[in-house]
């Protein structure tokens, strides 16, 4: 009994720092729909091209880690620049759900053409945290999950001073609020739209640099991966809710880690979507989301 209560805890633990991961890509879906209103399916392959950029620098020049990690960022940002002007700004209005189709056509297309590049080969990616776990009394803990909590909680804290506490984070909360009324205070929307894509894509090539780190390898797939992971997060959490984005993401991560302890790495996927079953069936609007009527 003992020793099955220390799996249960050493596999919540790795659940919530793995978990922070998830609440980050869902922060990014979240901020993306709650200024725009549109949900945007190429998030995933965003991170995984800025993953690819920061590639150049871990086998052509063997750069830094920090020059990695800083390529990842701006390789993110200038896919999420090309998402934005292919698959969002010329759309004309009225069509509700034109940027959803053109981001699942973003979505394959990327995905795809990285398989035709790279012959679906994955490219093995190095660990920066070491691959020793740390002894914290009874338990273990990996350096690179350690990093992803570390980092998720930076980025939190540095999102939510942005969005509260300067002029671009006001301008975002008053376009999610109501974007007629911001414009006519003299927002500026297509300023904003764009800002808010270099602001998720930013957090998206730097969350996805210590995802990558601790799976060790990069593969085509990871694109709809990390997709599909930030729906379900959102989904749990709540569509434009911030702190249900984080709940939900723990959520995840912690279901995900018992039930591949206990059950093995197929049933990894299954109960994930069991779970966003369930919260379909009996709360639709997730953890903080609004009750929908």
């Not at 939190?156 to 301008?171: E, K």
Request: hydrophobic share 55%; glycine share 12%.
């Amino acid at each position: 009994m003992v020793e099955l209560l220390m799996d249960i805890t050493q596999q919540l633990i790795n659940g919530l720092m793995y978990g922070a991961f998830y609440a980050l890509i869902g922060i990014g879906f979240t901020i993306f729909f709650g200024v725009m209103k549109k949900f945007n399916l190429a998030y995933g392959p965003i991170i995984m091209l800025g993953m690819y950029a920061s590639l150049t620098f871990v086998y052509g020049i063997k750069g830094p880690v920090w020059l990695v990690f800083l390529a990842a960022i701006l390789g993110s940002v200038a896919a999420g620049l090309v998402v934005e002007r292919a698959c969002f700004r010329y759309l004309r209005k009225g069509h509700e759900l034109a940027p959803l189709m053109t981001t699942i056509g973003m979505l394959i297309l990327v995905e795809e053409g990285a398989v035709a590049v790279t012959a679906g080969y994955g490219y093995e990616f190095p660990s920066f945290f070491g691959d020793e776990s740390l002894q914290v009394g009874p338990f273990l803990v990996r350096p690179d999950y350690l990093a992803i909590l570390g980092a998720g909680i930076c980025f939190v804290t540095l999102l939510y001073l942005l969005i509260h506490w300067t002029t671009f984070g006001r301008a975002i909360r008053a376009v999610a609020e109501n974007p007629p009324a911001a414009q006519l205070l003299g927002v500026n929307l297509l300023k904003v739209n764009t800002l808010t894509f270099i602001l998720t894509s930013a957090l998206g090539g730097a969350t996805g640099f210590f995802v990558v780190t601790s799976i060790g390898a990069l593969k085509p797939d990871i694109a709809a991966w990390m997709t599909i992971r930030g729906l379900v997060v959102i989904v749990l959490g709540g569509l434009g809710s911030f702190p249900g984005a984080i709940l939900g993401g723990l959520l995840l991560g912690v279901v995900e880690f018992q039930a591949l302890w206990f059950l093995g790495i197929k049933f990894r996927d299954i109960f994930a979507f069991l779970l966003l079953f369930s919260f379909l069936v009996l709360r639709p609007q997730g953890f903080m989301g609004k009750k929908l009527v």
